[in-house]
Every structure is written in structure tokens, then in C-alpha cells.
């Protein structure tokens, strides 16, 4: 517990123009992997546009390990096909929370990271000051694949014990 810094909560929003993997359509679901850690969204049956809404948690001890995602395509009697993957850096939203930031208003945006080589974002994602917390919005541009998007939330879960930021 003493290694840990804290809690990183992964909101799995959606998924926007995911490849077709079936005759028409895709069972998507997502795996999230920090370090040794691996978590998995639900499957949604034939939508190439899903609804997760789904939150994962990953425990975060070292701030400069890339999160990793994969998207894919859950197949009854085949192993599943990898529908694209992408990968992000915490440690933009990290810094943020080690700011000072109570007695700002709602809203106000902290950090902007733009979309480059190397990174994953089809846009550019604020880090914002929201009800309290510090929470980073970002929408991934899936690699390996022809199409595919994913739209994710950060937010943080401090903690009593971990060694904090």
C-alpha cells in the first residue's frame, strides 16, 4: 500500500466508428492494462458505436507507465478479433493534481495536451477543475486498425495510506 500513490478511476464512455469485425457489425469491449494489472469492459453485442459508461480502476505506482488500451471483438467459438489499440500518459494529469487548486471555479481548465505523434488523441484534451476534482477528458484515435475511436474520463481516488502525489 505504501508504494501506491493512488487510484486512477477510467471512465470507458463510448466508442465512435469502430471497425466492422462480423458480417455487419462487432461485440466490442475494452481491456484497459497498467503494469500487471488488466481490466476489462462488458461486450456490446453488434454496435460499432457502443455505450460503456463503464468505470475501471487501476492502482498506480509508477506515474510513467503508459496506460494501454485495446479494443476487441468478442466471438463465440473463435478467439476474439483486436479491433485497434491506443495508449496514454498520466503523467499531465498527475502534475495537475499536485497544484494547488481549491477556490478556483468549476470548470476552469488546468492543462491542455494537444494531439501528436506521439500520442493517441484525435483532439485536444483538458485537464479541468470540476466539482472539486481534477478530471481529464480525452478522446483516443485507435492505431493498427482502419477506423475507431474511444472516448475516456480520468479522474483520481486519493488513497489513506498510499504515499499520495
Not at 74 to 81: A, G
Not at 112 to 131: A, G, K, M, Y
Amino acid at each position: 500500500m505504501e508504494n501506491l500513490l493512488g487510484l486512477l478511476r477510467v471512465r470507458v464512455k463510448r466508442g465512435i466508428n469502430l471497425a466492422v469485425r462480423d458480417v455487419r457489425s462487432s461485440d466490442p469491449y475494452v481491456v484497459v492494462k497498467m503494469a500487471k494489472q488488466k481490466l476489462k469492459t462488458r461486450v456490446v453485442k453488434k454496435d460499432v458505436n457502443p455505450e460503456w459508461n463503464e468505470d475501471l480502476t487501476l492502482s498506480v505506482a509508477d506515474p510513467n507507465l503508459p496506460v494501454m488500451l485495446t479494443v476487441y471483438d468478442h466471438d463465440m467459438f473463435s478467439k476474439d478479433d483486436k479491433m485497434g489499440d491506443a495508449e496514454f500518459d498520466i503523467r499531465p494529469f498527475l502534475e495537475a493534481l499536485k497544484m494547488n487548486l481549491s477556490g478556483l471555479p468549476g470548470g476552469t481548465i488546468i492543462t491542455r495536451i494537444q494531439p501528436c505523434r506521439s500520442n493517441c488523441l484525435s483532439e485536444e484534451s483538458n485537464v479541468v477543475w470540476q466539482d472539486g476534482q481534477v478530471v481529464q477528458d480525452m478522446c483516443l484515435r485507435l492505431r493498427n486498425v482502419e477506423c475507431g475511436e474511444i472516448e475516456l474520463q480520468l479522474q483520481w481516488i486519493k488513497l489513506p495510506g498510499s504515499r499520495g502525489l
